[in-house]
């Protein structure tokens, strides 16, 4: 169970990342209010799977999951460049990501 929980916290990251950078420097309310939800719900997710998962790699795992998430919603939705540098350093992050769940 700990293992969704992270993963879902890792989405999460993804989801207050990208409301931060709509939410216009806190001057729009809706996005500001999405920001805060899913810091909170994130954070509260990683705090429960370091419970049963190593805070090393809960910790590496979660941020990989929202830096990717984060980098690949930002080429998608935000026109920033798709290049095949930026995918294969995205791949590594997620062969990463792959290696702690493995190695755990």
């Known amino acids: 169970m700990a293992w969704v929980v992270l993963i879902l916290s890792g989405v ?3 989801v207050w990342a ?3 950078e709509a939410s216009r420097n806190f001057s729009r309310l809706w996005p500001s209010l999405l920001f805060v ?9 990683l705090s429960y799977a370091v419970s049963g998962i190593p805070l090393g790699t809960a910790y590496g795992v979660w941020v990989g999951i929202g830096a990717v998430g984060t980098a690949a919603y ?3 939705f935000l026109d920033e460049p798709v290049t095949a540098a930026r995918l294969v350093c995205l791949l590594l992050i997620i062969c990463g990501v792959i290696g702690l769940k493995l190695l755990h």
């Open 18 to 20: 990208s409301a931060l």
């Open 12 to 14: 999460l990251e993804t």
């Open 74 to 76: 930002g080429m998608v």
């Open 37 to 45: 939800g899913a810091l909170v719900l994130s954070m509260a997710g």
